[in-house]
């Protein structure tokens, strides 16, 4: 899994992503293994998702937290 927070990379999600769910955060673009990309997107209660074109994809917690350290401050 690949998580991406440039602008440019925020950019691109805001259009993957479409609408979000009420108080989720927009916090970058993920590509996972299997080629699908989207908005990576943080709920209030800390849990990640996945949205494209407001259709919410659960994701794995842990494969989010070890891509976050990978890609380091």
């Known amino acids: 899994m ?3 927070t440039t602008t440019r990379a925020l950019s691109k999600a805001r259009h993957a992503g479409g609408t979000l769910p009420p108080g989720a955060r927009l ?3 993920v ?3 299997d080629g699908s990309v ?3 997107c943080r709920l209030p209660n800390g849990r990640y998702i996945q ?3 407001g259709v919410v994809r659960s994701i794995s917690q ?3 937290g070890r891509a976050l350290l ?3 401050p």
């Open 27 to 29: 916090v970058g673009l």
């Open 70 to 72: 990978k890609r380091g």
């Open 62 to 64: 842990a494969a989010v």
């Open 2 to 4: 690949l998580i991406t």
């Open 38 to 40: 989207g908005a990576l």
């Open 31 to 33: 590509e996972r293994t």
């Open 51 to 53: 949205v494209n074109d």
